[in-house]
């Protein structure tokens, strides 16, 4: 596509439960991150994919969370049993290789766990 | 880690000028900035490279010493559309590190 496309744009779900969150990165990208943005706040590296390597987890913050990249393109990050903390802005971005670390983010999906 | 933005926050008038910058503890391959408008996805300004370069966006320009690990970003004659938050992203490895973000209000 054109652009990163992120689905759903809003997401609201209770206390407790399940959310999958999806990102289609720019056609040919390699390098797909995510990010988590709360209210007012810069961005927190959650995951980061290059091509077929090994994902670099390091931002993600309890085991309740991961992400799957399926055929080096589309990318799904689940937070399950979610509270109320995790409520904020998810960003996907893409990258190119050899783009000097450009990152194109997506829209974002915005989480609300009440 | 994280490198340091300054101000956190500024309020112009239309027209007037602002510096905002971002240092880092650790050494830099390159500096990265991006806008986020209210609501929106951060977008990519410019990207400062290693020897000192200058780029340059509308009128919006940058800077960047590696041997200081600072970058500035130097915003000329404030147009509203400047309003946003900007984000430093320094390139310390294969990924950005981003700064907190300094936001920017421009009034009429």
């Known amino acids: 596509g054109a652009g990163v496309s992120q689905s759903p744009s809003n997401k609201v779900t209770e206390k407790g439960k399940d959310v999958e969150l999806r990102c289609d990165p720019i056609?040919?990208?390699?390098?797909l991150y995510w990010y988590r943005q709360s209210l007012g706040q810069g961005l927190e590296f959650l995951i980061y994919?290059?091509?077929?390597?090994?994902?670099?987890k390091s931002g993600l913050p309890s085991d309740r969370f991961s992400a799957e990249r399926t055929g080096g393109s589309v990318s799904t990050l689940t937070i399950q049993r979610t509270q109320q903390e995790d409520s904020a802005v998810y960003l996907c971005?893409?990258?190119?290789?050899?783009?000097?670390?450009?990152?194109?983010f997506g829209a974002g999906t915005r989480l609300s766990v009440l | 880690q994280q490198p340091v933005q300054s101000p956190q926050a500024v309020i112009l008038r239309e027209g007037e000028d602002a510096v905002i910058n971002c240092s880092s503890s650790?050494?830099?391959?390159?500096v990265h900035w991006y806008r986020q408008k209210h609501g929106e996805a951060p977008v990519f300004l410019m990207i400062?490279?290693?020897g000192g370069e200058q780029k340059g966006h509308e009128k919006i320009s940058a800077s960047f010493n590696e041997k200081k690990q600072q970058s500035s970003l130097y915003l000329t004659a404030s147009q509203l559309s400047y309003s946003g938050t900007y984000f430093c992203?320094?390139?310390?490895?294969?990924?950005?590190?981003w700064g907190a973000g300094t936001k920017l209000i421009i009034k009429p």
């Open positions: 992203g320094p390139d310390s490895n294969y990924q950005l590190i």
């Open positions: 650790k050494a830099l391959y390159s």
């Open positions: 400062l490279l290693k």
């Open positions: 056609s040919g990208h390699t390098a």
């Open positions: 994919f290059q091509g077929n390597s090994a994902p670099d």
């Open positions: 971005a893409s990258q190119g290789m050899g783009a000097k670390n450009i990152q194109y």
